[in-house]
């Protein structure tokens, strides 16, 4: 079961990575827009982090 949970949040990962850090790199828009960017990618990358110890420790308990 934790592999499942280790595959599932690296596919996650990976999307947020390709995704959300590609256009904040190669964005048109001015640096507000790619700080603004920025900013909600790392709050994703810590939601992901969290969510990802949360079920960690869940499956560990069981």
């Excluded at 709050?43 to 992901?48: A, D, K, P, R, S």
């Amino acid at each position: 079961m934790r592999w499942f949970i280790y595959v599932v949040f690296f596919v996650l990962f990976l999307g947020v990575t390709f995704f959300g850090l590609g256009p904040v790199m190669f964005a048109d828009g001015s640096n507000q827009e790619r700080f603004i960017a920025f900013l909600i990618v790392l709050l994703i990358y810590v939601i992901l982090t969290i969510l990802l110890i949360c079920m960690i420790k869940k499956s560990i308990r069981h």
